[in-house]
């Protein structure tokens, strides 16, 4: 069974930073891509950032970039989003994904179609 929990979500000042991690089970990561995706209330889902399974390369959302990294730890079998200079609009459930196709998963900006999730956690950035 396939499973991905994510971890490291909480509560933040602006300008703060939070490390998520996404632990995998059932099935190795280093043949998935894997991708970040938020969604804030009454908001729709978005993409926030991938890396793909093939070459390692990366994908962030125009929202992000320059503030948050993306990275995994095959060895682990985790992935991990590190969030610095969190702004209000941050605040979200963050969702963990995983996918993977014969040849490899090629991530670009804003993907949001992943084979597995993981539950979310909530991130909330507020004085």
């Known amino acids: 069974q396939v499973q991905l929990v994510e971890s490291g979500g909480g509560l933040v000042q602006p300008g703060g930073s939070l490390r998520l991690s996404c632990a995998a089970s059932g099935l190795s990561l280093d043949y998935y891509a894997v991708g970040w995706i938020r969604q804030a209330p009454g908001k729709e889902r978005e993409g926030v950032s991938c890396?793909?399974?093939?070459?390692?390369?990366?994908a962030y959302a125009d929202s992000v970039k320059g503030r948050f990294t993306i990275s995994r730890d095959d060895a682990k079998n985790t992935a991990y989003l590190e969030m610095n200079s969190l702004k209000p609009e941050d605040t979200a459930v963050y969702y963990c994904?995983?996918?993977?196709?014969?040849?490899?998963?090629?991530?670009?900006?804003?993907?949001?179609?992943?084979?597995?999730w993981g539950q979310g956690t909530q991130v909330t950035v507020s004085s």
């Open positions: 994904a995983a996918a993977s196709r014969p040849g490899g998963y090629v991530c670009y900006e804003g993907l949001t179609e992943f084979d597995y």
């Open positions: 890396i793909s399974s093939s070459d390692g390369s990366t």
